[in-house]
């Protein structure tokens, strides 16, 4: 059976359909990439941390070894140079941090029932006189309407509490 050689329309739509099959399986691929490589790198980043640590710190501290194996130390020595050169400096920072973040820390915990104290009081103190902002919040409270006069929650003179009222509708009468 002779099957007749397709026309130029079909042969268009043929390669570019298979282009967009191709482009599709392409993209498919690198996103399975990416989704592998990521389930990769949450598994293994607590390894790969460490790694990458080293290997800016190596990277880094390359010029000093090279430092000192131009001034006459061998190779290995230099690298054991840097090395004790680089825990004096860690040692030395530390000396100089842990002993203050201690005190202050052993001072900060001496006085924190102080500060629950005051802040105590201070909470009591805007619960029985709230600002007068607050007062504008309020439920029950008519917007533009003036502050109470009485800034505590004792009786006023028209024997009334300045206790918040629930909600009114206006439209309801």
């Given at each position: 059976m002779n099957v007749p050689p397709p026309t130029a329309r079909q042969a268009r739509l043929f390669w570019t359909a298979t282009s967009a099959l191709a482009i599709?399986?392409?993209?498919?691929l690198l996103f399975l990439?990416?989704?592998?490589?990521?389930?990769?790198?949450?598994?293994?980043?607590?390894?790969?941390w460490p790694l990458a640590v080293a290997g800016v710190v190596a990277y880094l501290l390359d010029?000093?070894?090279?430092?000192?194996?131009?001034?006459?130390?061998?190779?290995?020595?230099a690298i054991v140079s840097v090395f004790a050169l680089a825990l004096v400096i860690v040692a030395a920072v530390f000396a100089n941090i842990v002993p203050p973040i201690v005190s202050q820390t052993r001072e900060f915990a001496a006085r924190i029932p102080n500060i629950q104290t005051n802040v105590q009081q201070r909470v009591e103190t805007w619960l029985n006189n709230p600002p007068d902002w607050f007062k504008l919040i309020t439920p029950g409270a008519k917007p533009g309407a003036p502050p109470a006069a009485s800034t505590t929650n004792a009786v006023s003179d028209l024997g009334e509490t300045n206790a918040p009222t629930p909600l009114a509708n206006e439209n309801t009468p």
């Open positions: 599709g399986v392409i993209c498919g990439l990416v989704w592998g490589l990521s389930r990769v790198l949450t598994v293994l980043s607590p390894v790969l010029p000093v070894v090279d430092y000192f194996h131009r001034k006459g130390l061998s190779r290995p020595r």
